[in-house]
């Protein structure tokens, strides 16, 4: 009895994670490019009481054994990058990856960052860069005199100066992706960076190669899907409840024995 205390806690303590992982996919609904996370679980260690196969006193071959595991722990999130629904804005520099891919942008570090937010903005020097300020990688500059900005599905950025009608090619976005995308670290700021789990970095051009092609005018929402996370919410919440059951019929029974006299 003393056991199934502990076993139960690990499954309280496994559920009450479970519940932060489900509040923080509800809680990005509107993220722009936000991917959902899902809580994966292990069993933890059996005692083995008797094994499988072993021979009894009579000669017999046990065909089960008899094991008692001590609970459940959290081993790892995965995050899904199925795409999110797309919402038009009409801003020429709002985009959206229609497909595989990622955007660069230059940290303050000097390190490159990944995201699927498309929502982009002209810092004071003309630079293309994300809300937060970091440069999109390869730079580009827009000119101050240019009228119209057209980004083309394979990601050639154009203007069109005023009294021209012929746009001017200024430069190219180029994407990123990975062989296993779910290995991404995740560092906020809808930011994640290259690990050695995610795979090299692969680069291409939007459109080719099994890469996605670009939208202009358009974002990427969150993937989370509420009623989903819902249901989620509430077999995580009824699990927890069950197992906190299963202490308080283990005290019960502890107390039963404590209360044995002779």
Request: net charge negative; aromatic share 6%; proline share 3%.
């Amino acid at each position: 009895m003393i056991r199934a205390l502990w076993t139960a806690s690990s499954g309280m303590n496994t559920q009450q994670t479970n519940i932060d992982i489900i509040a923080n996919n509800l809680a990005n609904v509107n993220t722009t490019g936000f991917k959902k996370a899902r809580a994966q679980f292990q069993d933890l260690l059996y005692q083995t009481l008797r094994e499988a196969g072993s021979v009894t006193a009579q000669g017999n071959m046990n065909p089960t054994g008899l094991q008692v595991g001590h609970g459940a722990r959290l081993v790892s999130t995965s995050k899904s990058y199925a795409q999110g629904d797309l919402v038009q804005t009409d801003n020429a520099l709002d985009l959206v990856i229609e497909g595989d891919g990622f955007f660069q942008l230059l940290l303050p570090d000097g390190s490159i960052g990944y995201t699927r937010d498309g929502s982009f903005k002209l810092d004071g020097e003309g630079r293309i860069v994300n809300n937060e300020g970091y440069l999109l990688q390869p730079e580009i500059w827009v000119p101050e005199d240019a009228t119209e900005l057209i980004v083309s599905t394979d990601g050639t950025i154009s203007v069109i100066y005023a009294g021209e009608d012929t746009p001017e090619e200024i430069g190219r976005i180029e994407l990123v992706r990975f062989l296993n995308p779910a290995g991404l670290m995740n560092i906020g700021r809808n930011l994640v960076r290259y690990t050695t789990a995610s795979g090299e970095p692969q680069y291409g051009t939007p459109g080719l190669d099994g890469f996605g092609s670009l939208t202009q005018g358009f974002l990427e929402m969150s993937n989370v899907k509420v009623v989903e996370e819902m249901v989620n919410m509430i077999v995580a919440q009824r699990a927890y409840e069950v197992n906190s059951k299963a202490i308080q019929a283990a005290d019960e029974m502890l107390q039963t024995a404590n209360n044995l006299r002779r």
